[in-house]
C-alpha cells in the first residue's frame, strides 16, 4: 500500500505562482517503486482531468492549458513529485491531485485546494 500526500495548495491572486508538493510512502518495511507520477486538476462541478505527468526516467506530459506555465519535477530519491505552476488564471481553481503508478496499480492523493482569485 502506498500513501501519497500532497501540501503547498492555497489562496493566489491571478498571475501569481505556487508549488505543490506530493509524497509517496509505503508501509513500515516495504519498498516499492515508483513509475509515472502525475497531478490531475478537479474544477467545481467537473471531471478530474491531467494536469502533468512525470515517468521515472523524466519524461514529461503536459495539458495544453497549462504549457508554458507549468513545470513538473521529481525526485525518485525522495519519492516525491513537484508542481510549479505560474502565471496561475482563475480557471487553475480547484483541487488538485497527486497520482503514482507503482506496478499496476494506481493511487491518490486526497488533493490540496488551490484558488486563483480575480
Known amino acids: 500500500q502506498v500513501q501519497l500526500v500532497e501540501s503547498g495548495g492555497g489562496l493566489v491572486q491571478a498571475g501569481g505562482s505556487l508549488r505543490l508538493s506530493c509524497a509517496a510512502s509505503?508501509?513500515?518495511?516495504?519498498?516499492?517503486?515508483?513509475?509515472?507520477m502525475g497531478w490531475y486538476y478537479q474544477a467545481p462541478g467537473k471531471q478530474r482531468e491531467l494536469v502533468a505527468a512525470?515517468?521515472?526516467?523524466?519524461?514529461?506530459n503536459y495539458a495544453d492549458s497549462v504549457k508554458g506555465r507549468a513545470t513538473i519535477s521529481r525526485d525518485n530519491a525522495k519519492n516525491t513529485v513537484y508542481l510549479q505552476m505560474n502565471s496561475l488564471k482563475p480557471e487553475d481553481t480547484g483541487v488538485y491531485y497527486c497520482?503514482?503508478?507503482?506496478?499496476?496499480?494506481?493511487?491518490w492523493g486526497r488533493g490540496t485546494l488551490v484558488t486563483v482569485s480575480s
Open positions: 497520482n503514482a503508478f507503482v506496478m499496476i496499480r494506481s493511487y
Open positions: 512525470i515517468t521515472s526516467g523524466g519524461s514529461t
Open positions: 509505503g508501509s513500515p518495511g516495504s519498498s516499492f517503486r515508483i513509475n509515472t
